[in-house]
């Protein structure tokens, strides 16, 4: 788990350093591989954009591997995101979030409680 002051590495990162680089593969030539436009790749690697459930699919063939790991970094990505924003709004509400005071029922017996 991230400490929640960093942002989780956006998966257009990943795709370069993880993927692209170590295979010398260029943007325009897995754009073509999968028959997308290059600017959805670059845009990609840019964090201009994330990934789709269509590229994480893709993404998947291609590099034989799960789209559960291209939409968990997106995942990753988008909630350590919104998690930052949402602790600086919390700080400006008086009291916070109220919590329940126990867990809800059905969540004790999925963690094994009841």
Known sequence: MLPEFRIATHPGQILLAEFLEPLRLTQAELARALHIPVNRVNELVRGKRGVTPESALLFSEYFRNS????????????????????????????????????????????????
């Open 67 to 114: 789209p559960e790991f291209w939409m968990n970094l997106q995942t990753a990505h988008d909630l350590s995101r919104v998690r930052q924003d949402m602790r600086k709004d919390m700080r400006k509400r008086p009291g916070g979030i109220p919590r329940i005071k126990a867990p809800v029922k059905a969540h004790r017996r999925a963690q094994g409680a009841d």
